[in-house]
């Protein structure tokens, strides 16, 4: 397993701002994912962040708009730009120990979750 | 291609009692299957996850899912609910070949009677 902290846990920001969050893991890990969970919703991928390269975003997802950065192995960051309401939603990073590439029978493990509301 | 329903979006039953969660996948490869919990204001926590190993599978806190292909379930099954069940549960399909995604279902609340 890993364990994952991300901060901060929780924030309220003005429309228009910019918010980013970190996502911390005690181990050295290939694979790390950023999600959305928006009020009452389930789980939504945004994308692969990959160390040394560009994210991988998915379908409806812009890197205008969700900017990330893996620096190293252990580390990353997510920045919801240019918030609006409908930004409000709970954002969590998951990994992959070790050199999982995920899928398969590699196990998600999710950090506590940063919960952001937008006014 | 893959999906996951889960049939309930909200279950409730009394403290004592069994609990039953219930998961359709569809899946164009061997799929890994994955119960999650989520309690109010926490992070997700994996209860249990199939990967082509043993159908019956077991997980924490006494929770058990079976996996049946010809019916392709995974229900999420506990004996006795306790109070501390209360959460927000969520089965997840993903493919045994590569690194394809995981997908979610939209999320079964758990409410357990005192």
């Known amino acids: 397993s890993a364990v994952i902290s991300q901060k901060p846990s929780r924030d309220i920001c003005q429309r228009g701002t910019s918010l980013t969050i970190q996502c911390q893991v005690d181990?050295?890990?290939?694979?790390m994912f950023w999600y959305r969970q928006q009020p009452g919703q389930s789980l939504t991928l945004i994308a692969t962040a990959n160390q040394g390269s560009e994210a991988t975003y998915e379908s409806g997802f812009v890197i205008d708009k969700f900017p990330i950065s893996r620096p190293n192995l252990t580390f990353s960051t997510l920045t919801v730009s240019n918030m609006s309401p409908e930004d409000s939603s709970i954002y969590l990073c998951s990994v992959v120990p070790g050199q999982g590439i995920g899928g398969g029978t590699d196990t998600q493990y999710f950090g506590p979750g940063t919960r952001l509301t937008v006014l | 291609a893959q999906s996951v329903t889960q049939l309930d979006s909200h279950v409730s039953v009394s403290e004592g009692t069994p609990v039953l969660l219930r998961c359709n996948y569809s899946?164009?490869?061997?799929?890994?299957l994955f119960w999650y919990v989520q309690h109010p204001n926490k992070g997700l926590q994996l209860l249990l996850k199939y990967t082509s190993a043993a159908t019956l599978v077991k997980g924490i806190n006494g929770f058990e899912a079976e996996f049946k292909k010809s019916e392709t379930s995974f229900h999420l099954t506990k004996p006795s609910a306790h109070m501390s069940d209360a959460a927000e549960y969520f089965c997840v399909v993903t493919s045994n070949f590569g690194n394809e995604k995981l997908t979610f279902g939209t999320g079964t609340r758990l409410t357990i009677i005192p």
């Open positions: 181990s050295q890990v290939t694979m």
């Open positions: 899946s164009s490869y061997s799929p890994s």
